[in-house]
Each structure stands twice: as C-alpha cells, then as structure tokens.
C-alpha cells in the first residue's frame, strides 16, 4: 500500500498546503459571503483530488535500482503468481543462466480478493502464494538454477517495487496468462511496469492450459 | 546453486516458522517506527473526526448559532497564536533538516524554537480560557468549544512532551546526519498537531 507521508519533510509540505487550503477559504468567505467560501472550498477540494489521482498514476521511476552482488553477476527478478510453475518461464528462467552466473529472484504477489484485502485476510492468499512459489524454487533447484524467493505484496506493482529496493536487479521478468485469460495483462501491468521502472524488462507469456 | 525460499515466504509450510514468529510483511518498506507513527496520526484523525461530526451537527444539523450570543470568540488572539504555531512547524522543519546537514548547532535551537513556540501556544490558550466569559456548561456551544480546543491542547503537551525528550537528547550529543529518528518522528506528530489547529482554528473560530 503506498503511505502519501513518508517523511517529517512531506508532512511540512502538508503542513503549508494546509495552510494555503484554509486561509484561500476563509479570505473567498470574508471578501464574497458564506457561498464563496463553499464554492473556493469545493474547487479546492475537486483540485486536490485530482491532483492526487494523478500523482497515482504518474508516480516518477523510482531512482534506478541500486545494484548489488558481484561485478560478474546478473540479478534477475522473477513477477510471477498462477505461472510461476510455468514451462515457458522456467525456460527463461534457465536460458538465462547458462548465459551467466546469476542470482534470481522469484516473487509471488499474494493476489486476494478485495473484500478480503480490506479484512485484512492475507493469510490463506500468502500461503497459497507461498506453496506456488515453493514448488517452482524446488523446479529450479533441479535444473541447477540459484533461486531464491518471496511473496510479494497483492500489487504486483508495487511486488516489482519491493523487489527493486531490497534485491537491486539488472532485469526484470514479468510472467502472465496469455492476452484474454490473463487479469494483469486486463489492468496494462506490464506497460505501467515499463513506465514505472528504468530496469530492463521481459514479458514471458505461459498458456498453462498447452502446456497441459 | 542451490534454491530456497525465505522463511516468510512459505506461512503454510511445517518448520517455516522454526518455532519463532515469521519475519513481518514490510511491504512498501517504510519504517516501521515512521508507519507506527502514521498509524497513529490516522487513528487521531478519526478521534478528531468524532468531535467535528458534533460540531456540524450542531451548527449546521441544528442551526445554532455560534458564536452563542451575547459570547464572542477572541478571534485575534487565537489567529497570533496560530501564527507560533505554524512558525514552530519551520522550525521543526529548520531543526530536522540541520542535523541532516550535520549542523548540531541548528537541531538545538530549532527544537528550542519549537518548544517554546509551542509552550506559548499552549500558555496563551489557557490565558484565553480563563477570560473568554464561558464554560463548558453553557449549552453545546460551550461544550463543544473547549471539548475540541481542549483536545487539541492536551496533544500539544504531548507534543511538548515528545520535543522536550528530543531537546534533551539533542543537547546530550545524540543524534546524527544517518540517525536522526528521534527528531523526525516528534517533527511528523508536531506538524500534524499544526494542521489540526489549522482545521480548529478556521472552523471553531472564523468560518
């Protein structure tokens, strides 16, 4: 969940857009009468607003991601869910390897519901994402692959997100459902992930239906 | 090579949790003591909501009129001690962004600034109680006047009590450009006690 407040320096910037908010109020309610104050307050308050649906959905990238590990090794951070098991990501996954020495990641955000979202009823989602993710690191393990893995927030903008501070990738694997079964690629996951973040990223499309 | 999986990341898995609690859910990866924070400002926000929710009711639901005649609000007192109040918020800012910049120097007389801004502020309200000619018995104006400057009051002495804990500290050498938590989160409570004397202040006493 993004927290608009991070700071002590965000909450002075509150603190003097607040009072810009009421003293333009208060001044529209002294100089033109009580409907004046109503009218600079709803305009006000309708400019807020969409100020803040804006800042949603043109965040700036994030600083580029802080690289770590070795000088010869290639980071690579795996968004998978329902595909992470997948026979075209575990393809990628291991072409990708032969090629370097590398580190992956594999995050699965724990998708859920959104009445359980807001009950804060994660457990069963986490777990579920939890036993995905096992059996894919267990795949990997048998083909020679160093994995390791997470499960990442319901988001999976903002799973990328918290892959990219705590992980530093050179590059980023997004795996979906093909076009038409897949609910991330319904809400432009890959295109804003593109928009979003500086790192490098591929998108690996996993029919899981051919591959059974 | 080799594979695995954090422990956090398997909650249904037997041993995952090897008899410790699993490692929390930091997503977003705020600090946890900054959110602990917000967490709390948001639930103050909803305490204060209550009272406002009486207000409207009042004044707007019921179309009392207020002030109450023949009482009246000392308008201009109360807007001097908004001006402290909102000047004690740059120099929290001033004293934040000081030691930021490795100013020892500026942290200290940034939190003193504060403090006695806000020890005035909190003064000046209990001088303004004592002459402005009602009580809290006097209908649901009265009540309604000290019960939301009254609450507002009691969290600037918390936040007088917090800025005096980071005074302290500060003149005891603590604090560092990299560690500086216990300035930063008095500084997020302070400006938050600021803005809802700004939403008091511009309801209670002028709209």
């Keep these: 969940m993004l927290n608009p407040l991070r700071s002590e320096a965000e909450a002075f910037r509150f603190v003097l857009l607040a009072v810009g908010y ?19 307050f709803a305009a006000l308050t309708l400019a807020a607003l969409v100020w803040l649906v804006r800042q949603r959905e043109e965040r700036p990238p994030p600083a580029a991601a802080v690289r770590q590990g070795a000088e010869d090794e290639r980071r690579i951070l795996v968004i998978a869910n329902e595909t992470v098991a997948g026979a075209a990501l575990f393809e990628e996954i291991r072409g990708r390897a032969e090629e370097y020495r590398e580190e992956v990641l594999v995050i699965c955000p724990a998708l859920n519901s959104p009445l359980r979202h807001w009950a804060s009823d994660e457990d069963s989602a986490r777990a579920a994402a939890g036993e995905r993710l096992s059996r894919t690191l267990a795949h990997l393990r048998e083909a020679g692959v160093e994995a390791r893995g997470e499960v990442g927030d319901g988001d999976p903008l903002q799973a990328i997100e918290d892959g990219i501070r705590s992980f530093g990738p050179d590059e980023i694997v997004i795996s979906t459902h093909p076009p038409g079964r897949s609910q991330w690629l319904e809400k432009r996951v890959v295109e804003r992930a593109r928009e979003r973040f500086a790192t490098p990223i591929t998108h690996v499309v996993v029919d899981l239906e051919a591959e059974s | 090579m080799s594979a695995h999986a954090e422990p956090h990341a398997q909650p249904g898995h037997a041993g995952g949790h090897g008899g410790h609690p699993p490692i929390a859910n930091a997503s977003s990866r705020v600090d946890a003591r900054t959110l602990g924070m917000f967490l709390f400002i948001a639930s103050e926000i909803m305490l204060f909501g209550s009272f406002f929710t009486a207000y409207f009711f009042t004044r707007v639901v019921n179309g009392s009129p207020w002030p109450l005649e023949p009482f009246h609000l000392p308008v201009y007192v109360a807007g001097v001690n908004t001006a402290i109040l909102v000047t ?120």
Excluded: C
């Design chain 1, 22 to 40: 009421f003293a333009a109020i208060i001044l529209a309610a002294t100089l033109g009468g009580l409907w004046a104050g109503i009218g600079v």
């Design chain 2, 88 to 207: 004690s918020s740059f120099t929290m800012h001033w004293a934040l962004q000081s030691i930021k910049r490795g100013n020892r120097a500026g942290l200290k007389a940034g939190l003193v600034l504060t403090f006695l801004m806000g020890l005035a502020f909190l003064l000046t309200q209990m001088l303004e109680y004592a002459r402005v000619g009602f009580a809290p018995h006097d209908g649901a104006f009265g009540t309604i006047f000290y019960s939301l400057t009254g609450l507002h009051g009691a969290h600037v002495l918390v936040g007088l009590t917090l800025l005096g804990f980071a005074t302290i500290r500060a003149f005891r050498g603590h604090f560092s450009p990299e560690h500086h938590h216990g300035v930063e989160i008095p500084g997020i409570y302070w400006h938050f006690v600021d803005v809802m004397w700004i939403v008091v202040y511009s309801t209670i006493y002028i709209l």
